[in-house]
């Protein structure tokens, strides 16, 4: 069984790689789409940051070609595998759903992050740090950040808040979350310094707007890595 099982999470993470030269360009929801226009959300980072998704492929594709190839049967493996694949699966159809819907795509953006949180945690840090514990990381702390960039803006385009009030509710919630994650990890701070990439990328995008959004997020960087600063000292002593 487990065989399959592994040959199966290569094929999602294969897939999920395709998929967006395979479907509609997405460079972020359009403001038509929301009853409330919003030219430009202040909880989405800067374009550059979004590059951090070739990185993540590519360490998903290598993780479970060398699950599928070394790893197998191993108990650690195999416990992260269908949370990991029913994000991998969600993933390969999100762009298609984002350009539909923002509702549907932030409901199942926030239901990939959770899973692949939930397998980041499953997975130990040692003895394949790199391979098993890494690719998970920074694929749950992107997600993190993208499933309340989301949900940020899904408030301000639908008048619950307005912009830079999503962007200050956001930041608020990272600011509780990551912490709270890299508490269950606290020797794998990968997860907090991609959380830390999104939020510089939010800093470099309100920068010189006027808003206090920047320096907000910049803030919540430096608190969040002093956190996770502090739980890998920590867990160094106690490993």
Excluded: C
């Excluded at 009853?35 to 989405?44: G, L, S, T």
């Excluded at 397998?119 to 690719?135: G, I, K, V």
């Amino acid at each position: 069984m487990s065989r399959p099982f592994a040959l199966i999470v290569l094929v999602a993470a294969i897939a999920f790689a395709v998929a967006p030269f395979v479907t509609p360009p997405f460079t972020g929801y359009e403001p038509g789409q929301f009853p409330v226009e919003v030219p430009r959300p202040a909880i989405q980072p800067s374009g550059y940051a979004f590059a951090i998704w070739s990185v993540i492929y590519l360490w998903l594709i290598a993780h479970a070609g060398y699950g599928l190839w070394k790893r197998q049967d191993d108990p650690a493996w195999v416990r992260v595998r269908p949370a990991l694949t029913v994000a991998l699966v969600l993933g390969t159809v999100w762009l298609a759903i984002a350009g539909a819907s923002p509702i549907w795509a932030t409901a199942v953006i926030l239901v990939m992050a959770a899973a692949a949180i939930l397998a980041f945690l499953q997975a130990p840090t040692e003895p394949d740090r790199w391979m098993l514990s890494a690719p998970l990381a920074i694929f749950a702390g992107w997600l993190t950040a993208a499933s309340l960039v989301s949900s940020g803006i899904l408030l301000a385009g639908y008048g619950f808040t307005g912009n830079e009030e999503a962007a200050y509710d956001m930041l608020g919630v990272i600011l509780i979350l990551t912490p709270l994650v890299q508490s269950r990890k606290p020797r794998m701070p990968l997860y907090t310094l991609t959380v830390v990439w999104a939020l510089v990328g939010v800093a470099v995008a309100n920068w010189g707007s006027g808003s206090y959004v920047a320096w907000v997020a910049l803030g919540i960087a430096a608190l969040v890595l002093l956190a996770a600063g502090w739980l890998w000292r920590r867990g160094q002593r106690n490993f």
